[in-house]
């Protein structure tokens, strides 16, 4: 039996929960397409999208931008803003402009939902010396532009431009950027399945991003 799986009630049970099957070559070219998509240099129909859907993808946004700053403060904030993430998903922060191919190319973050996960198992732990002490945050965003992904119609695209403001050992610093999502409809809830973090320096040396993003 391979060493990855343990039989378990007569199926096999991957040690490393939950797996990371969904990462494959498909996966990584369906990335680069939407990468490409959101970064183009066009002006969005504005109608493309129905005013209730804006809403309530913007309502599912802030709430993803909130949860990360409550993150530092609030024990149970990063579960929430999990909650948020569909089951195959992934948090990517390219380091270079336009965003390379993450097979290729080095990348600041790349993570599945198993290493997100982990990343919160392990800030949570308060442990963690890159975070010793913890990061507070307080965000902005604005300009959100929100449009259909090409043949589908459970799934959108979205982009907006923010401001991070880092407040740790008494010393505050300003990030900023762009981030672009892909927010798909899985039963009666919205789901992000992609986060593309795009700093405006990340072709430059990064100093402690251990937080979220």
Not at 20 to 45: E, G, P
Not at 111 to 133: E, I, Y
Not at 136 to 153: I, N, Y
Not at 166 to 184: D, K, Q
Request: proline fraction near 5%.
């Amino acid at each position: 039996m391979n060493t990855a799986t343990q039989e378990v009630a007569g199926q096999h049970r991957y040690r490393h929960q939950p797996p990371s099957l969904y990462v494959v070559a498909s996966f990584y070219d369906w990335l680069i397409d939407v990468s490409a998509d959101l970064a183009q240099a066009v002006v969005r129909d504005p109608d493309a999208v129905d005013d209730a859907r804006q809403r309530e993808i913007a309502r599912a946004l802030t709430a993803e931008s909130r949860l990360l700053d409550q993150g530092a403060l609030v024990n149970e904030a990063y579960e929430h803003w999990l909650a948020l993430y569909a089951e195959e998903c992934a948090y990517w922060i390219p380091a270079g402009s336009p965003a390379p191919d993450p097979r290729h190319a080095v990348t600041l973050e790349f993570h599945d939902r198993r290493r997100l996960l982990d990343r919160v198992a392990r800030l949570r732990t308060g442990l963690a010396f890159s975070q010793f002490p913890t990061s507070r945050t307080a965000r902005q965003w604005s300009g959100l532009e929100v449009w259909p992904s090409a043949g589908r119609s459970d799934e959108w695209r979205a982009r907006y431009s923010f401001t991070l403001v880092e407040s740790r050992e008494g010393h505050n610093r300003v990030l900023a950027g762009w981030n672009g999502f892909v927010v798909r409809q899985i039963g009666d809830h919205l789901r992000i399945v992609l986060k593309q973090v795009n700093l405006i320096d990340n072709e430059s040396p990064q100093g402690n991003n251990s937080f979220f993003l």
